[in-house]
Nanobody
Framework: QVQLMESGGGLVQAGGSLRLSCAAS????????MDWYRQAPGKLRELVAS???????NYADSVRGRFFVSRDNAKNTVYLQMDSLKPEDTAIYYC???????????????WGQGTQVTVSS
């Protein structure tokens, strides 16, 4: 139905920056919220940032002022600009897209495969 392709993860030193991308494709009628989650080893998956169709954003307290979420509706793509990275930002980052699919006209939630972000001290 809907496929998500994430990219942009990698290894960076503390204080550095990375930009994640997540492109949605498939039987998409419309995309509502687009979210970024992360999961560190031994920890629960947590919401990092979200953006509505209208562009309203929300951030976890731990990343506010350092991470910035944006979207390109024409490309069905969401981005996460991560600045001033810290070792505690190390995790697998997942995009989560809430989309109405053409086949059912229902709103469903879709997950990306995850991309590793490692921040060295």
């Amino acid at each position: 139905q809907v496929q998500l392709m994430e990219s942009g993860g990698g290894l960076v030193q503390a204080g550095g920056s990375l930009r994640l991308s997540c492109a949605a494709s498939g039987s998409i009628r419309s995309i509502m919220n687009m979210d970024w989650y992360r999961q560190a080893p031994g920890k629960l998956r947590e919401l990092v940032a979200s953006i509505t169709l209208g562009g309203r954003t929300n951030y976890a307290d731990s990343v506010r002022g350092r991470f910035f979420v944006s979207r390109d509706n024409a490309k069905n793509t969401v981005y996460l600009q991560m600045d001033s990275l810290k070792p505690e930002d190390t995790a697998i980052y997942y995009c989560n897209v809430h989309a109405v699919v053409t086949t059912t006209s229902l709103l469903n939630s879709f997950w990306g495969q995850g991309t590793q972000v490692t921040v060295s001290s």
